[in-house]
């Protein structure tokens, strides 16, 4: 395990005192003084509570952490908790001292206009991750120095418009906040509405002291399908209140700013229903399941854009170590305009760019929420940003999959090595995944485990996908490397050809396969992943908690990948309560029909038309489709594959049939840095722990039913597996 570097965070922030108990626990190093003669100070004026408080302080100090663990000069944060005291005064004394020429903040628009003239006026950049307004004017816009991670109003405008049009709204009112933030969505919202072909019924500039009941029954008046509210969360909170006192029957849309635990807290069970769109991580860098791993929740909704401003400002830091001489401005800008090796977001890829940096090379940096690419007006912003639409259901934000405000094509940094970075000795382990991730599923799973590999071990990845196949069978056939493999992890049948001849002409490499073909060779070891088990425990579940004595499933095909799942789950019911009725549909002949999200919602309200209450979703990307007619009733629960797909539908997916490939990848990880890799053919299953039945938070009290069966459902299993996997 690679020892903790010191984290060094000066300021007030209690949350401080936890974060230097977690570093403490894994190495004796802490929160202690730093022995880098040259640090990299960069301030910080963000809030560490309230209900604007959506940047997590916590996360920046975690990245600061880890990329000092690589190496390199150490991150320094000077922090200030703009949530208790005067920002006007914490501007002034970080932009004050000299060896600190970078501040991330701050967080609103209000707060701009008196931190940004203070900052950029001593010389100073300024990068906030979450002033979305469009109206950025003054001296300080004209110098190139204020710079923002997040996308300016007018893409989310045009999203959430986007999103209501496909809904079948018609008429909306809106309700602005009386700050600049709210003053950008009035001037922005008739063009993006108009734009959707829906009509604005009314409009309302929101202050303070407004009566939000005289508001409410005026938009009762106006009758429109939905609130559309541009306001912070406070307001929002008032503002549901007062419609549901008036009697409205539309639904409130917030924008960004009101997506935060304090509108949960505030509202407790009346938030339910509410929906909004938020900006989000780009789902293909994995920086949410990271962040997840390491904080056991969700990033709120700045946090990726408040960790790409730190990767800017150590860019930026770098740069200016390499050209002295260049003004702060031109060294960001240079940044970001980088044409040479892709770099990823991660600690180890950014570590390697600003290494890269430093010796001359022009890397192209991504970030957490995606490319870091910006017009030639560096306040407006990056070119694109991803947005999820989230609803409040089971007392959380449940967020549908994030998709790009602008053309943007998913890509994996690949084999971004870069000679400037620096020769290793560390071991060298490439993850080839099906497709690069955000599927929230087989990849993001994969990922997952090897993000946990790399806060246990020392090692180098590199990731790559299906999409780099050509690129792949070129380097493998010709043993061409610039950083050669010492483990090859590809995921998936898509590669059972490719694998078994890369493995073949590079007896060196040791190559692990999941779901393939046993290959024979001693530098190979595939995985069989049998789901038999724990579809028996879906089908007892499903046969514990009808009220029909009738249930389903929906397959994407009568394909052998799942027959596993059928059969488990047919005989799990069976075993439970004969007299059960089981039906199995399947939406296509061939894969197509894993993507067919229409025709599988076609099936599920056919099954749900002859009395099933209970559906066992086994088709890929139709099961959205699934969850869409589950929806329109409300009276049938679901079970979801391969991953926990609570987030689908939290009130109805009561489990998930898990393949633990999390833990798979880890495994395989972990025996190559010990010197543990075994060839020939794995065969993980419920006994062993690769795979189970996850129980959904909001179900727990069907887990007995669950584990009283589990021993039954192992030896079931066994018994499958003397004649499906000799």
Excluded at 38 to 51: F, H, K, N, Q, T
Excluded at 76 to 81: N, S
Excluded at 458 to 470: A, G, I, N, P
Excluded at 572 to 580: F, I, M, W
């Amino acid at each position: 395990m690679t020892p903790r570097s010191p984290l060094l965070w000066t300021g007030l922030f209690p949350a401080l005192t936890l974060f230097c108990i977690v570093t403490l626990a894994i190495s004796s190093a802490g929160c202690t003084a730093a022995t880098d003669p040259d640090p990299v100070r960069i301030g910080v004026l963000l809030p560490a509570s309230g209900p604007v408080a959506m940047h997590s302080p916590e996360g920046l100090a975690w990245a600061a952490d880890a990329m000092n663990r690589q190496g390199g000069h150490t991150i320094e944060l000077a922090y200030r908790d703009t949530s208790t005291g005067n920002i006007s005064a914490y501007a002034e004394e970080l932009a004050g001292r000299d060896d600190i020429d970078i501040i991330i903040g701050p967080a609103t628009s209000a707060e701009l206009v008196q931190v940004a003239p203070i900052v950029t006026g001593r010389g100073k950049l300024l990068i906030s991750p979450s002033v979305t307004t469009g109206l950025v004017t003054g001296e300080f816009n004209d110098s190139g120095l204020f710079w923002r991670t997040c996308p300016a109003d007018g893409r989310q405008a045009e999203a959430i418009f986007g999103l209501l049009r496909k809904d079948g709204v018609e008429d909306v009112s809106l309700v602005t906040g009386d700050t600049p933030y709210g003053e950008t969505f009035a001037r922005l919202a008739p063009a993006a509405a108009a734009m959707n072909g829906i009509r604005i019924t009314g409009a309302v500039s929101l202050n303070t002291s407004d009566d939000l009941l005289e508001i409410a029954a005026r938009i009762v008046e106006e009758e429109p399908d939905i609130v559309v509210a541009a306001v912070y969360p406070e307001e929002a909170a008032g503002l549901s209140d007062a419609l549901s006192a008036a009697g409205s029957p539309a639904g409130l849309f917030l924008t960004d700013a009101g997506r935060s635990p304090y509108l949960l807290a505030s509202l407790g069970q009346r938030a339910e229903g509410i929906r909004g769109t938020s900006l989000a991580p780009d789902p293909s860098t994995g920086y949410a399941i990271a962040y997840e791993e390491t904080f056991g929740e969700a990033p709120p909704a700045f946090a990726a854009q408040t960790y790409d401003a730190l990767l800017l400002a150590v860019y930026t830091a770098a740069r200016q170590e390499a050209a002295r001489a260049e003004p702060l401005a031109a060294s960001l800008r240079w940044v970001v305009s980088g044409d040479g090796t892709v770099k990823g977001w991660d600690p180890q890829e950014a570590s390697e760019a600003a290494a890269m940096i430093r010796a001359g090379a022009h890397p192209a940096v991504t970030g957490a929420s995606g490319p870091l690419r910006f017009s030639a007006e560096s306040s407006a912003g990056p070119l694109a940003g991803y947005y999820t639409c989230w609803a409040v259901e089971g007392g959380t934000f449940c967020e549908s999959t994030p998709v790009p405000s602008a053309g943007v094509t998913p890509t994996l940094p690949g084999l971004s090595y870069g000679p400037a970075a620096g020769e290793g000795d560390l071991p060298v382990v490439w993850m080839v995944y099906p497709l690069v991730k955000g599927d929230r599923s087989f990849a993001d799973s994969a990922y997952r485990g090897l993000f946990r590999a790399q806060e246990s071990f020392s090692f180098t990845k590199r990731e790559c996908s299906h999409d780099d196949l050509s690129l792949l069978d070129g380097v493998f056939s010709a043993r061409n490397f610039t950083e050669k493999p010492d483990l090859v992890i590809t995921e998936g049948f898509e590669f059972t050809e490719a694998s078994g001849a890369w493995a073949a002409a590079n007896p060196d490499i040791r190559f692990f396969t999941l779901e393939q073909a046993d290959y024979g060779l001693p530098n190979a070891c595939d995985v069989v992943m049998v789901p038999y088990g724990a579809s028996y425990l879906a089908g007892v579940l499903a046969a514990n908690i009808t009220k029909t004595g009738k249930i389903g499933a929906v397959a994407g095909a009568p394909v052998a990948v799942i027959d596993p799942f059928v059969e488990g789950f047919t005989a799990g019911a069976g075993a439970y309560d004969p007299s059960v009725n089981v039906t199995v549909l399947y939406v296509g002949e061939g894969f197509e029909g894993f993507n067919m999200p229409e025709r599988a919602g076609v099936l599920a309200r056919d099954l749900r038309a002859g009395g099933a209450d209970v559906i066992l979703m086994i088709a890929g990307a139709s099961n959205a489709g699934i969850v869409d007619a589950a929806r329109e009733t409300g009276d049938v629960y679901l079970i979801g594959e391969d991953a926990d797909q609570s987030y689908l539908a939290p009130s109805l997916v009561v489990a998930s049939v898990v393949k633990e490939i999390d833990t798979i990848v880890y495994h395989a990880v972990a025996n190559e840095i010990m010197g543990r890799f075994t060839p020939g053919q794995e065969v993980w299953t419920l006994d062993n722990g690769g795979t189970g039945l996850f129980v959904s938070p909001r179900f727990e009290e069907h887990a007995r039913v669950v584990a009283g069966w589990r021993e039954r459902a192992v030896a079931a299993e066994k018994d499958y597996l003397q004649v499906a996997v000799p």
